[in-house]
């Protein structure tokens, strides 16, 4: 018996020092899940997003038809909005849909998206679905982004008050910028005279208390230091100051005042003299997000009416 002890010991011994993972084997098993977990999570994601597109080039394959068929039965008159299609958004499925029934041939341009998913027809082209937006349309399920800037680069000789042009000066005006930026020729320039200089706005597209952003790109094309205040929505001037030769971006966010007259939504106290500042690409949005410049020229934005004489509208990117 007692010779038999030990041999017990040992067997027990052994079979214990085998039992368990070591951390070696343990971390081996970790990766290898995560990298099966890893695989399986971009196959579904594939299959998902597949499954978007589908969903999506059907929808807009179904609503091209039902826009050519009302066509049909009235004179080749496209729907003026998607209700008298009854096409709703649902199911996470949401439409935008663009009409221009005064020009020959009459166009239509519709997105439809789901989630990031976003693709588009027309029948300018007659395109079957393609991924993106329409021009002026809001994409990945974000509502697109107007600026209320009429004439965003005060492109023109502009010589008196005008809501439709946007821009105002007491002088003769020239789009031909100084020496510093002799080739660009989409820049406001002011004269050379003291006095205000304003940015107009259409009343009618303000909400009053409503917070708004202007942007705007200025330059200064003169030899000399100018310095100004720049008065947005009558909340107090603010100092900007720009060297010769410098070109910078400045914004502002306000709020709308209550009064109806005509709308001197910026005004840039200029003091005793003007030369060399020139502004350009001037934008104001609802809301006190700073968007980048953009308008109706812009990819995918477009103008609400004419170029360069209408709000315009497109997504944010």
Known sequence: MYLGAPSYSLHKKTASSR???????????????????????????GVQNKAKQGSVQSALAQASKKIAAYAALNTDQLPADLSELELTNNGGLSYQY??????SPRTYCLTATIGTTNFFQNNTTRLA??????????????????????????????????????????????????????????????????GNRRLYLDQ??????????????????????RTFGLDFCDQGATTITVEPGEMKRV???????????????VDFGMGTNSDGILVTEAMVTK??????????????????????NSTSTGPVF
Request: proline share 4%; charged share 10%; with cysteine.
């Open 19 to 45: 039992s368990g993972f070591t951390i070696v084997e343990l971390l081996i098993v970790i990766v290898v899940i995560g990298i099966l977990a890893t695989i399986t999570i971009v196959a579904f994601n």
């Open 98 to 103: 663009s009409v221009n029934n005064t020009t």
């Open 129 to 194: 679905p393609t991924t993106g937006g329409c021009p002026g349309h809001g994409q990945s399920g974000i509502a697109p982004v107007t600026n209320l800037v009429k004439n965003p680069k005060g492109i023109g000789a502009l010589t008196s008050v005008g809501e439709s042009t946007g821009w105002f000066t007491t002088g003769t005006n020239t789009n031909t910028p100084g020496v510093s930026w002799n080739s660009r020729s989409d820049w406001h320039r002011f004269n050379g005279t003291s």
């Open 204 to 225: 009618s597209t303000l909400e009053n208390g409503q917070a708004y952003t202007v942007s705007m790109l200025i330059g200064n094309s003169g030899t000399v230091t």
């Open 251 to 265: 914004s502002l966010t306000a709020a709308r005042g209550t009064y109806d007259s005509i709308y001197r939504f």
């Open 287 to 308: 809301g006190s997000t700073l968007y980048p410049f953009a308008d109706g020229s812009s990819t995918d934005w477009a103008w609400n009416g004419t170029v360069n």
